[in-house]
């Protein structure tokens, strides 16, 4: 009975999803005309004005920059912070029996459904509907585990943004404002025709969104997490417009920054499902343009919690959306299903579809995530 009412559910679901009429997209008229012209960073203060034809060139020649147009406070104010003492991670883990029940917890199914019904929108393309519907669902779905976690205390909001797609924030409230941010992006994008061409995004980055919401719907089964008893607090994000030049994790730690909230650290995942047939499964820790101290938690993190190794790599500037959290001052790092030489050949194409995608894979980046999320909410060293 249980499961026929699932398997409803769950059909009603695709349904939904799958019955969105096809083209006739409705795309957002850019407030901005095809001469307007948008300031690229491709490294640290290096920047081009380009159109916006341009700006997609380069997308699709697989260049990585951020679009600070509009977030020139965010970059004017990373020129100048001040090297600040770097934060002092923690170089053992502690909460390894609570931390290991856990990770037993988490559920490939979970996963697998979720992501087939992300992956069948037409596109998550940040301007139009279609990136809209997608966003508003990812929201309703990330508002379901948490009611489902009979949580009091964690809560969940759209982030909105000049664009109709909003970003999406959850938070697990600990004993201080200190915060722990998880996040991935929501949006996917056809690099040949962004604005209404086919991109299911199902690798890119379909897998890190529902790998980090399967480790939250985890963390949130933890009676002492999930009654606010951690010393910091956990946020999910999800990222609007990544593919758009990082904009909305721009926008968001923009307004983090502004407000002087207290992040100690972010781990992005963009990219947690392809594992290329001949290679050893591991898992990508980028080395370049992140914190260093972060990053060396993170491989104890691997160490312990996965099944299998990581295999160091480096992505270039602004590669996701931890170089916007970066610019905020707030110590990054990301994480990638493999080394930058081995990962998904489909992205940003009709073919990144759910057939690419290994779901025991995914597993392996939710125990990491689970584990790191665990162990620095629960710490006391920051
Ligand atoms: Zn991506």
Same mark, same amino acid.
């Given at each position: 009975?249980?499961?026929?009412?699932?398997?409803?559910?769950?059909?009603?679901?695709? #349904?939904?999803?799958?019955?969105?009429?096809?083209?006739?997209?409705?795309? $957002?008229?850019?407030?901005?005309?095809?001469?307007?012209?948008?300031?690229?960073?491709?490294?640290?203060?290096?920047?081009?004005?380009?159109?916006?034809?341009?700006?997609?060139?380069?997308?699709?020649?697989?260049?990585?920059?951020?679009?600070? =147009?509009?977030?020139?406070?965010?970059?004017?104010?990373?020129?100048?912070?001040?090297?600040?003492?770097?934060?002092?991670?923690?170089?053992?883990?502690?909460?390894?029996?609570?931390?290991?029940?856990?990770?037993?917890?988490?559920?490939?199914?979970?996963?697998?459904?979720?992501?087939?019904?992300?992956?069948?929108?037409?596109? /998550?393309?940040?301007?139009?509907?279609?990136?809209?519907?997608? #966003?508003?669902?990812?929201?309703?779905?990330?508002?379901?585990?948490? =009611?489902?976690?009979?949580?009091?205390?964690?809560?969940? /909001?759209?982030?909105?943004?000049?664009?109709?797609?909003?970003?999406?924030?959850?938070?697990?409230?600990?004993?201080?404002?200190?915060?722990?941010?998880?996040?991935?992006?929501?949006?996917?994008?056809?690099?040949?025709?962004?604005?209404?061409? /086919? #991109?299911?995004?199902?690798?890119?980055?379909?897998?890190?969104?529902?790998?980090?919401?399967?480790?939250?719907?985890?963390?949130?089964?933890?009676?002492?997490?999930?009654?606010?008893?951690?010393?910091?607090?956990?946020?999910?994000?999800?990222?609007?417009?990544?593919?758009?030049?990082?904009?909305? %994790?721009?926008?968001?730690?923009?307004?983090?920054?502004?407000?002087?909230?207290?992040?100690?650290?972010?781990?992005?995942?963009?990219?947690?499902?392809?594992?290329?047939?001949?290679?050893?499964?591991?898992?990508?820790?980028?080395?370049?343009?992140?914190?260093?101290?972060? =990053?060396?938690?993170?491989?104890?993190?691997?160490?312990?919690?996965?099944?299998?190794?990581?295999?160091?790599?480096?992505?270039?500037?602004?590669?996701?959306?931890?170089?916007?959290?970066?610019?905020?001052?707030?110590?990054? %790092?990301?994480?990638?299903?493999?080394?930058?030489?081995?990962? %998904?050949?489909?992205?940003?194409?009709? /073919?990144?579809?759910?057939?690419?995608?290994?779901?025991?894979?995914?597993?392996?980046?939710?125990?990491?995530?689970?584990?790191?999320?665990? $162990?620095?909410?629960?710490?006391?060293?920051?």
């Amino acid at each position: 009975m249980k499961i026929s009412v699932i398997a409803l559910a769950l059909s009603a679901q695709l #349904a939904f999803a799958l019955t969105i009429p096809k083209p006739n997209v409705e795309i $957002e008229t850019p407030t901005r005309t095809a001469r307007t012209l948008f300031t690229i960073e491709f490294a640290p203060g290096e920047t081009r004005d380009v159109t916006e034809t341009e700006k997609w060139e380069l997308m699709k020649a697989g260049t990585h920059f951020m679009d600070i =147009t509009n977030y020139g406070d965010l970059h004017e104010a990373s020129q100048n912070i001040a090297i600040k003492a770097a934060i002092a991670f923690p170089t053992k883990l502690a909460a390894q029996p609570s931390v290991t029940p856990l990770l037993a917890k988490l559920d490939k199914s979970n996963i697998e459904s979720n992501l087939e019904t992300y992956a069948a929108f037409h596109n /998550r393309y940040y301007r139009s509907s279609y990136g809209k519907q997608a #966003a508003d669902w990812l929201f309703s779905k990330v508002q379901e585990v948490i =009611t489902a976690s009979g949580s009091s205390l964690a809560s969940a /909001r759209q982030f909105s943004h000049s664009w109709s797609q909003s970003s999406v924030i959850a938070t697990i409230p600990g004993q201080s404002n200190s915060t722990i941010v998880i996040g991935a992006h929501l949006d996917s994008i056809n690099g040949a025709n962004p604005s209404s061409g /086919r #991109a299911p995004g199902a690798d890119d980055d379909g897998s890190g969104t529902m790998t980090i919401l399967e480790a939250m719907r985890v963390l949130l089964t933890d009676p002492w997490t999930l009654s606010g008893q951690a010393p910091n607090t956990i946020e999910f994000h999800w990222y609007s417009a990544e593919e758009g030049g990082l904009l909305g %994790s721009q926008a968001i730690f923009t307004d983090y920054k502004n407000k002087g909230r207290v992040v100690k650290a972010m781990l992005q995942q963009d990219m947690t499902g392809y594992v290329k047939s001949g290679t050893k499964e591991s898992v990508g820790v980028i080395t370049d343009y992140v914190d260093t101290g972060l =990053t060396e938690f993170i491989k104890i993190v691997i160490d312990e919690y996965c099944d299998i190794p990581y295999v160091e790599t480096k992505c270039g500037y602004a590669c996701s959306d931890h170089a916007s959290a970066s610019k905020a001052g707030y110590p990054s %790092s990301f994480v990638i299903e493999a080394s930058m030489e081995n990962i %998904s050949g489909s992205i940003h194409t009709d /073919r990144d579809t759910i057939s690419t995608v290994n779901f025991d894979h995914m597993i392996q980046h939710a125990k990491m995530t689970t584990g790191f999320g665990y $162990e620095l909410a629960w710490t006391t060293e920051l």
